[in-house]
């Protein structure tokens, strides 16, 4: 059997120049995931890579799923079960919206099931008995959690750090969600690691994160943590102000990023220079996740 989603050569490497930047003294650059394939996009490949190698080993005849409607998982998801030819059901928090928007479009026309599921019962979704009835009677069903979010979807990441070339950068930088992409970066980071945090919440994925490296056995050998105060007012919240910074760097860079992840990191990392907190001379590497599709769902004025 082919190998499912093989690993590329490499990725892009595309330096962002910018004057806080400069006014700081370092370097970024732009470790390009959203490269890794056409469609099935960055961090999200990473992690469901693993997941569908073990749903083939383990003979799964199907897969099920979570997430929101503009989820860059299920997006991607979609179209990985369709190389594999796995039947795929998705779970969708709270109602599906009529027509469908862009994202649960292509994910219905590459054949995933859409099953909208209340906010109530969504929240219920790993409880093991609920989660029972939600697969039935599907016996050879796959269970792949929210956003790729298990350990499979860790191991997944870890294979990021392939594509950092050691000995030229001296910071690594990623936003996060869930955790996980960060823990998986952690397994092999030969860098130090900062997370931006893109949902609200004082301190809670620093410990998120620890207690995913504790879970997982990870030892990582290098400093790390989470920064909480970028969020700019929760997951998913969006400004002009925010929009228009992606807009002046895709323009001034051509790396194009979208807002509730990679925006929301870029601009953070202005913050973070203004305010002195680099070295200057300090060469940092941005992990850039993918999730352009996502764009589809905030019209970028001007
Ligand atoms: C899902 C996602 C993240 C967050 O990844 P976690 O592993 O959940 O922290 C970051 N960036 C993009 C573009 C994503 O789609």
Known sequence: MSELLPLPASLPLDAIHWPVFDRAGISVTVLRLDAVDPVISGNKWFKLRHNLHQARAAGATSLISFGGAWSNHLHALAHAASLCDLPVRAYVRGELPEPLNPCLADCRAAGMALVPLDRASYRRRYDPGFLATLVGSDDGAFVIPEGGANEAGILGCSDI????????????????GTGTTMAGLLRQAREPVIGIQVLKGQAYLQAEVAGLLHKHGIEPVVNWHVEDGYHRGGYCRVDDALLEFCRDIETSSG???EPVYSGKLLMALCDMAAAGRF????????????????????????
């Open 161 to 176: 750090c392939q594509y950092i070339p050691p000995g030229c950068f001296d910071q690594l930088v990623l936003a996060c």
């Open 279 to 302: 070295e200057p001379g300090s060469r940092l590497c941005v992990i850039h996740g993918g999730g352009l599709q996502g764009n589809r769902g905030f019209r970028i004025a001007g």
């Open 255 to 257: 790396v194009p990023l």
